[in-house]
């Protein structure tokens, strides 16, 4: 196995979140209570789709600075990884919704956000297939690889820290300081975002020595 | 690498299971239990991973 170290990493860290998770103490708030958990898994699903698709990002401008194809396919393999977590993320922040919130889904601005973001990335999959010739294909993409990004940053990252949202830190609402993502989150919270994104890598990693093979 | 990541496990089981399996799956209402099932599944998927990564290994050093 190439690169052993990043990946068993990755699994290591994962697994103490979900194992650490459970078992640290957490600060108790109405509403939300245990369920606060939920933001080692949840949340870290979104920093790791972000990372994914900025991965996806750069080897798109690498892409159109060097003309190597095989750039672009690590980028579409980053991208495809992103769109998973931010299912899973979507789905998982959907449970969470319902028994905090009262309700699967809202017209909170990150939510129509992210409805948006995955809209704009299956478009991005959709322009890929509907280009047979390998170059052209891969300049098209990468292009609209940039643009779908820098719209993600702005659904997801800006525009819903202008409004009110339900989200913390976003608009009226106050951020993780608050309502103390105390150490005790912090210890299993970045962790396990950092495993996540180890994690998604290596899978990405997978998908692309695939398309290498396909080749 | 990986060898000695399955032996380190494995001798981790034995601790875990004689002396202290009274208190560790008993207490705190079962949660350790919920803990349990969650990692033998996460550690199925991050073994399954590595075989799909050694597979994949094998077809590139066919090419």
Redesign the interface.
């Known amino acids: 196995m190439k690169n052993a170290a990043y990946k068993i990493l990755g699994l290591l860290l994962v697994l103490y979140s979900l194992v650490y998770g459970m078992l640290t103490e957490v600060p108790v708030l109405p509403i939300i209570e245990e369920s606060i958990r939920n933001l080692f898994y949840h949340v870290s699903m979104w920093f790791a789709m972000v990372a994914m698709m900025a991965a996806s990002f750069w080897n798109a401008i690498r892409f159109l600075s060097k003309g190597n194809l095989s750039m672009d396919q690590r980028s579409v393999s980053q991208a495809e990884m992103g769109m998973v977590f931010s299912f899973l993320g979507l789905f998982t922040g959907m449970v969470w919704a319902n028994f905090t919130w009262g309700t699967w889904w809202t017209n909170d601005p990150k939510l129509n956000g992210t409805a948006i973001t995955i809209l704009i990335y299956l478009a991005y999959f959709v322009l890929r297939n509907s280009v047979d010739d390998e170059r052209k294909k891969a300049r098209i993409s990468a292009v609209y690889n940039i643009f779908a990004f820098i719209m993600m940053i702005v659904f997801i990252g800006i525009l819903p820290r202008m409004t009110d949202s339900l989200h913390p830190g976003n608009g009226g609402n106050p951020g993780f300081n608050s309502y103390d993502l105390d150490n005790r989150l912090r210890m299993v919270f970045y962790p396990a975002v950092i495993g996540w994104i180890l994690i998604g890598t290596w899978i990405a990693s997978l998908r692309f020595r695939i398309r290498k093979i396909q080749d | 690498?990986?060898q000695r990541?399955i032996i380190f496990l494995v001798f981790l089981i034995p601790t875990l299971s004689k002396a202290q399996e009274k208190e560790l799956m008993y207490g705190d209402g079962k949660?350790n239990v919920?803990?349990a099932v969650?990692?033998v599944i996460?550690?199925g998927l991050?073994l399954y991973?590595?075989s799909?990564?050694?597979k994949?290994?094998k077809?590139?050093d066919e090419?």
């Open positions: 690498m990986f990541l949660i919920v803990i969650i990692t996460f550690v991050g991973l590595y799909l990564d050694r994949i290994s077809i590139e090419e």
